[in-house]
């Protein structure tokens, strides 16, 4: 890996892991559904120009169906419902739960699909939903009373994603990621706008809230996507998932410094439990022979 892809590596994982910070702190003045619509709506428009300039436009009518499946219960609801958590978790939970979507992806393509485990990931699945219990074993890390619903909000979240991971795959994998990408912020914004409006705040949002929830639109949705799919042309899908380990650890920190959130032992073996559980569900561990990617050209 070059040093220049070391570095986008890293500051995707800041934008990423700081999303999960910036939700919390936003959320109580805005609401999961304004604030989830808002960013939806900001990504598409800060990616649709970089879509027309590439061409890809026309993808966006190839596929209506599959599309508008992708959009709503695989991006709006998932969104909407970590939204709702982040107003019960803190920011470092919230990363390390989410971080748990490789997990549910792998069970997805198992049992619905099929796809045969091997013994290394069927222990991470072991071993990554264990680190669950222990992260909510005593209700350390719950900001309110209805942690527990919180907790599973984010994993719901991560099944669908899992899901949607495997529906992407298997009906839209022909399609433009970018193209992709836009279109679902687009139809999810559509989708969660009359609920934006019906739950729009009575009091207004201060301007701290719209710089963060600005944030989560341009930064961790706009320029994460398009950091990311420079990984993935450039060092490919094993080594750009590695940021799924780095997101927590920016979460854990960043929460911890711009919120005052406090960081225990019990989060803190929690969260190595899962992500070494994950590792071995991506089957990243034990190491395997990564074959060089080819030079690209990037945007």
């Given at each position: ?15 990423w ?28 428009a ?29 991006t709006a ?6 939204g ?12 390390v739960l989410?971080a ?30 264990a ?6 074993a ?8 209805q ?6 909000a ?6 669908l994603?899992?899901?949607g ?20 912020l ?16 009575s ?14 639109g341009?930064?961790?949705?706009g ?7 420079r ?23 960043s ?9 225990s032992?019990q989060t ?13 569900s ?9 074959s060089?990617?080819r ?5």
């Amino acid at each position: 890996m070059q040093r220049r892809d070391l570095g986008e590596l890293l500051l995707l994982a800041l934008l990423w892991g700081a999303a999960y910070l910036f939700m919390r702190s936003a959320v109580p003045a805005f609401g999961p559904g304004p604030l989830i619509a808002l960013r939806m709506a900001i990504a598409a428009a800060v990616l649709l120009p970089l879509l027309v300039w590439r061409g890809s436009l026309g993808q966006l009518r190839k596929h209506p169906v599959a599309l508008l499946m992708q959009a709503l219960p695989f991006t709006a609801l998932p969104f909407l419902m970590l939204g709702f958590a982040a107003q019960h978790l803190t920011a470092g939970l919230l990363a390390v739960l989410n971080a748990t979507a490789p997990l549910f992806a792998a069970l997805v393509a198992h049992f619905w699909y099929r796809e045969r485990l091997g013994r290394w990931r069927g222990a991470g699945l072991v071993i990554g939903f264990a680190g669950v219990g222990l992260l909510t074993a005593g209700s350390v890390s719950f900001r309110s009373a209805q942690g527990l619903l919180a907790v599973v909000a984010v994993l719901l979240t991560s099944t669908l994603w899992g899901l949607g991971a495997n529906f992407t795959r298997r009906h839209l994998g022909g399609m433009d990621s970018l193209a992709l990408t836009v279109g679902s912020l687009a139809l999810a914004g559509l989708a969660l706008a009359p609920l934006a409006v019906a739950t729009w705040p009575s009091t207004p949002p201060p301007l701290r809230a719209w710089i963060e929830m600005a944030f989560l639109g341009v930064a961790s949705s706009g320029l994460g996507f398009l950091l990311y799919y420079r990984l993935l042309r450039r060092i490919g899908p094993v080594r750009a998932i590695s940021v799924t380990f780095l997101n927590p650890v920016v979460a854990l920190i960043s929460g911890a410094l711009y919120l005052g959130e406090a960081i225990s032992w019990q989060t803190l073996a929690g969260a190595a439990v899962v992500l070494v559980g994950t590792a071995l569900s991506l089957g990243l561990w034990p190491a395997r022979p990564l074959s060089s990617p080819r030079p690209e050209s990037s945007n």
